[in-house]
């Protein structure tokens, strides 16, 4: 059997060429004579590996020489407890609450100090972004968080929020380059690699190097201090080693795609491919206000739970897995990250308009 479409929303699919490239350098690493599973992370080759994906990953983003890039444990729900460890000064900060994991967040934060809910979108089942151009900023916040884009609801912000001078923190787990973004915008950018770049086991962190200080709360431990991992590369203890070398692989990929403005494009086309069919179709319909659609997640639904259950089996006989979408919304989601080719997504939007046909 050969591969299939998985329109999983993580982990998801890597691009076929660097699982090949990574294939061929298994059992002999460009002439070391082991895989990079088996090699210690002080060595030379290592070295030039973690180097090479931080200069590739700055490149890609064209990120400041003021910001750390750390390679780093612990998915990014650990990161929910990190951030307010290390930038809860005041011990307050700001949630914008556009979701599940945005929630999870909030409710991390809660723990080490007063987290305040400063916009919503749950009275509609987050389907949509709230307004954030005029929000209640507290005078004293120590930053404003926010999920970029909501791999659950399919929802993203197309203009960040009005942070009235506070650092702004973001969770981009579900869009993590798949688009440009200005870096300088930002306090802390982060995100799990195991939705649009690499395997699990590995979550990215840009921060900025000023927020990077010995001032953390009573009692964090060494292992989540920004400080520790940025005075030592990310190499202060034994790193992801092998998920470090497939997101570096993955950066050379994006890079030879054109980088991210060309990313984007082709995110964009796939996108469109799919909204365009929900929108005239007369049995799927999408889940979210239009101005606020994700290019990554798309969910949608018939209305019929019966009947979304025989699309996801059928589908699945059809090589299209993965389509179930998740518990809180229902129906389908197809998660459409950078590794999904054009082709998988106009076999779904086929697939979907034959379905329609045999069950309207
Ligand atoms: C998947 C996801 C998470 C959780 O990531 P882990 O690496 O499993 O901790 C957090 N935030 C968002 C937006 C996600 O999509």
Known sequence: MGRIFNFSA??????VDVLKEAADEMLDYKGTGMSVMEMSHRSKAYESIIQEAEKDLRDLLNIPDNYKVLFLQGGASQQFAMIPMNLMKNKVA???????????????????????????????????????????????????HICENNTIYGTKFKTLPNTKGKTLVADVS????????DVTKYGVIYGGVQKNIGPAGVVIVIIREDLITEDTLPGTPTMLKYKIHADSA????????????MCGKVFKWLKKQGGLEAIKIKNEKKAAILYDYLDQSKLFKGTVEKKDRSLM??????????????????????????????????????????????????????????FEARNL
């Open 94 to 144: 700001d949630y914008i609450i556009t979701g599940l994991w945005a929630k999870k967040a909030y409710q991390e934060a809660s723990v080490y100090g007063k987290a305040n809910i400063i916009a919503s979108s749950a009275d509609k089942n987050f389907s949509y972004i709230p307004d954030c151009s005029d929000l209640p900023i507290s005078e004293d916040a120590d930053y404003v």
């Open 297 to 354: 997640n798309v969910p949608f639904v018939t209305g019929n739970a019966d009947l979304d259950a025989k699309f996801v089996k059928e589908a699945k006989e059809a090589g299209l897995e993965n389509l179930k979408g998740h518990r809180t919304v229902g129906g389908m989601r197809a998660s459409i990250y950078n590794a999904m080719p054009e082709e998988g997504v106009q076999k779904l939007v086929e697939f979907m308009k034959e």
């Open 10 to 15: 993580g982990p998801a699919m890597l691009p």
């Open 174 to 181: 579900s869009c993590f380059l798949s688009e440009p973004m």
């Open 234 to 245: 990310s190499l202060y203890n034994t790193p992801p080693a092998y998920g470090i070398y």
